[in-house]
């Protein structure tokens, strides 16, 4: 490609709203443009950069054994009631009917699509296990993109489902996936941590995400060193710290004016926070459909609610905090509650931490006054009594051995990509079975594989970049080489032989980016940066009367000069080398 005749230009400063390295580089070099919020459109070097990263997908998913399909954006509406998530996921879904009036989704996840795809194609143990895997267009109506690329409402998804006959072919059919998205992000030159995930609304058995750790994520990501646990918040487990001994007392009445927070409380009363219950209460939408439901929430009070552990203990698609008007029809006083004596229309859920920590001073249900001692069991008792806290940085490590007493590491990172062991949840719904070998009826076992490719476009950007602009990872450049010509106009004897060495180059199956604008060498040098080609070759008068030409890989700090009927060969070995420094 020549560069007088490419679509876009390069900006020196990056737009306001641009909040992150990759969001400000991608914009600067030409490589999105954002047309609304969470929508972008990809010029051509993006859409170089963006099939590049899909050729790697599809050569790892090739190589585990993956089979490539495309389904379709548009869906029925009826088959997300069958599986129920119209109601789960309600507030990320684009809804529109089509002339009949019949009602239709665009997909923001394909797991319904692809069961029903089975269920027509597949009739016997003969037929698995197999993996079926598309790149293909996401629509989500998020609140609130962010990030440039990292949450949109419009993104390309690598979403592969495996079917197996039973969960030890899942196992296998999970391990498969799991080793190709370990080399996937290791060839894009993208560090990252598996971690314990929350399902969502995805649903199954169990899930991991592949984090890539970076200060500007948007998930807080608990690690700890000593036996490589490592968790999403969401999901996270720890030893919570012990309550405080003392023999059970009896409930008293205290005035404390003013101490709406467990903070201003144990100040007040001069005890621990871990000597009090905090309530939490809000208002669940159930996942399944169906009308909210009120919820009080207990948690010991050196604790926090953790919202997604609530939300799957009650079966919930989200929670909101109740408003004024409802705190008070329940009869609930804020800052002041207590699960003691409640509204019996209030679902009560209690933390474990409750349970063993004897006399905590707990709201009165009525203003400016608590109760002290108060006992689970004994003045109260919750609907249910479950894990609902919030792991933190600092708290101990639930998954050492015995006698170590490590404490967990909290990180940003980004999620780069999601595996589930969805088990049973598709096809039981949709009745999905095939014959075994002893010719019996039995339900597919399901997996789901999920990769942003937007994401790992981002991330490569916020791993490989300097001040100049982005180095991109060999396997993912938009070219191999930027070539760059001085002097073109002005010397018809050099702008002859670049021309030779763009052709040379290309012929040799090296895919080049030729700079042949009429600009100012600073000018070239400068875009050459940005866009981050790893090879720059520069033919200039000088050069030219030397036999040489000017190599720079981008990543390093300094030029050299190749004789001239040696560049071929070596800008082979060094982008073979480049490449070697990539496989897992």
Aim: charged fraction near 30%; proline fraction near 5%; include cysteine.
């Amino acid at each position: 490609m020549r560069m007088s005749r490419q679509f876009g230009h390069t900006l020196r400063e990056a737009p306001a709203d641009a909040d992150t390295i990759a969001h400000q580089l991608l914009v600067r070099g030409s490589f999105v443009d954002q047309l609304m919020a969470g929508v972008y459109s990809y010029l051509p070097l993006g859409r170089r950069v963006k099939r590049r990263v899909e050729q790697v997908i599809r050569e790892e998913m090739d190589r585990a054994g993956g089979q490539e399909v495309l389904l379709p954006t548009i869906q029925p509406a009826e088959i997300w009631e069958t599986s129920g998530r119209a109601q789960s996921m309600a507030d990320v879904l684009f809804q529109l009917s089509d002339k009949r009036e019949r009602a239709m989704v665009l997909g923001p996840t394909h797991e319904e699509v692809i069961t029903r795809l089975f269920q027509d194609h597949a009739s016997s143990y003969r037929d698995l296990p197999v993996t079926l895997y598309q790149i293909q267009t996401k629509l989500r109506d998020e609140t609130r993109p962010r990030n440039g690329l990292v949450r949109v409402r419009e993104f390309t998804m690598k979403d592969a489902y495996s079917f197996d006959v039973d969960d030890e072919g899942l196992d296998r059919s999970y391990n498969e996936m799991f080793e190709a998205y370990r080399r996937i992000f290791a060839r894009c030159g993208i560090p990252t941590v598996a971690v314990e995930a929350d399902s969502g609304a995805i649903g199954g058995k169990g899930s991991q995400e592949f984090i890539f750790l970076t200060d500007t994520g948007e998930d807080t990501i608990l690690l700890c060193e000593p036996c490589d646990y490592a968790a999403n918040q969401e999901k996270a487990d720890f030893v919570r710290p012990p309550a405080l001994e003392a023999p059970v007392a009896d409930i008293e009445e205290v005035d404390t004016p003013g101490t709406t927070t467990i903070e201003t409380l144990a100040e007040y009363l001069d005890i621990e926070t871990r000597q009090t219950a905090k309530a939490v209460f809000v208002m669940a939408d159930p996942r399944e459909g169906g009308d909210p439901f009120p919820v009080f929430a207990v948690v010991r009070g050196d604790l926090e609610v953790n919202e997604v552990k609530l939300m799957n203990v009650l079966d919930a698609r989200a929670l909101e905090p109740m408003t004024d008007a409802q705190i008070n029809a329940y009869g609930l006083t804020a800052g002041y509650a207590s699960p003691i004596g409640v509204n019996e229309a209030l679902k009560v859920v209690a933390d474990v931490s409750i349970l063993g920590a004897p006399n905590l001073v707990a709201g009165a249900n009525k203003p400016d006054t608590h109760l002290r001692n108060t006992n689970y069991g004994r003045d109260w008792t919750a609907d249910l009594v479950e894990d609902i806290a919030l792991a933190e940085e600092g708290h101990l490590c639930a998954h050492c051995p015995d006698g170590v007493d490590a404490p967990l590491t909290a990180r940003r990172g980004i999620e780069m990509g999601h595996v589930f062991r969805l088990g049973l949840t598709y096809t039981d719904p949709f009745g999905v079975t095939v014959l075994d070998e002893e010719g019996e009826q039995v339900m597919p076992t399901m997996g789901c594989y999920g990769i942003g490719v937007e994401r790992i476009v981002a991330a490569a950007v916020e791993q490989h970049h300097d001040d100049d602009g982005i180095i991109w990872p060999a396997s993912i450049a938009p070219h191999d080489v930027h070539l760059i010509g001085l002097s073109l106009d002005r010397d018809e004897t050099v702008a002859t032989d670049a021309d030779a060495l763009y052709d040379e180059l290309q012929n040799a199956g090296l895919d080049v980016i030729f700079d042949d604008r009429d600009e100012r060498p600073g000018v070239k040098f400068n875009d050459a940066d940005l866009i981050g080609v790893p090879i720059r070759l520069t033919v200039s008068p000088r050069n030219y009367k030397e036999g040489v030409v000017e190599l720079k890989r981008r990543d390093a700090e300094e030029a050299e000069q190749i004789p001239r009927d040696e560049v071929v060969a070596r800008i082979r070995a060094i982008r073979q080398d480049l490449l070697d420094t990539l496989v897992p």
